[in-house]
């Protein structure tokens, strides 16, 4: 028998179940105590930052517009615009932070498609390392997050702030 312990999960399990959309925020900006609880790490004008609470790999980014819609057909040109230039600045904070090889940028429309939530769109950001499998994925398939979400969320809700929403000197 196996372990591999997981102790934040019990308040998950143990806890209230939300009864709206997960990825719909308030638009109110000033409310960091919230954003942090809730992984917030960016908000722009349309569509906000978010860390993935079931990341693929450390530091998997999702940008969700505020506006709840489904499909990405339903997006504005205006929505459509800053999620495109919110997911530029993201991978810029991801090289800067975490200095991935590369990062998968990707949507999963409908469930079919993959999406885990698919009444809310949102656009997936997730760094990558060669060999960020591991021995783990391939002999036990399970992933190891090396950094808690929590310290991850303030480290890049302070680089999203630090750069207000510029590229990074180093971003290239």
Not at 15 to 44: F, I, M, N, Q
Not at 50 to 60: K, Q
Not at 79 to 89: A, F, K, M, N
Not at 131 to 138: C, E, R
Request: glycine share 8%; charged share 20%.
């Amino acid at each position: 028998m196996k372990n591999l312990w997981a102790p934040w999960r019990m308040d998950y399990i143990l806890g209230p179940k939300p009864d709206s959309c997960v990825l719909c925020v308030p638009e109110t900006p000033d409310r960091p105590e919230w954003d942090a609880e809730h992984l917030v790490v960016y908000r722009g004008h349309l569509v906000f930052v978010m860390l993935n609470r079931y990341p693929y790999a450390s530091g998997h980014l999702m940008v969700i517009p505020y506006r709840h819609v489904t499909d990405i057909t339903e997006l504005t040109p205006e929505e459509s615009g800053e999620l495109l230039s919110v997911t530029q600045l993201a991978c810029r904070v991801l090289r800067e932070a975490s200095r991935p090889q590369g990062i998968n940028i990707g949507i999963n429309l409908g469930e079919a498609a993959g999406a885990g939530i698919r009444d809310h769109m949102h656009l997936h950001v997730v760094p990558r390392w060669n060999g960020d499998s591991s021995f783990m994925a391939v002999l036990d398939d399970a992933r190891v997050i090396p950094e808690h979400l929590m310290v991850t969320q303030k480290r890049f809700a302070s680089l999203f702030a630090a750069w207000g929403g510029q590229a990074s000197p180093l971003s290239g």
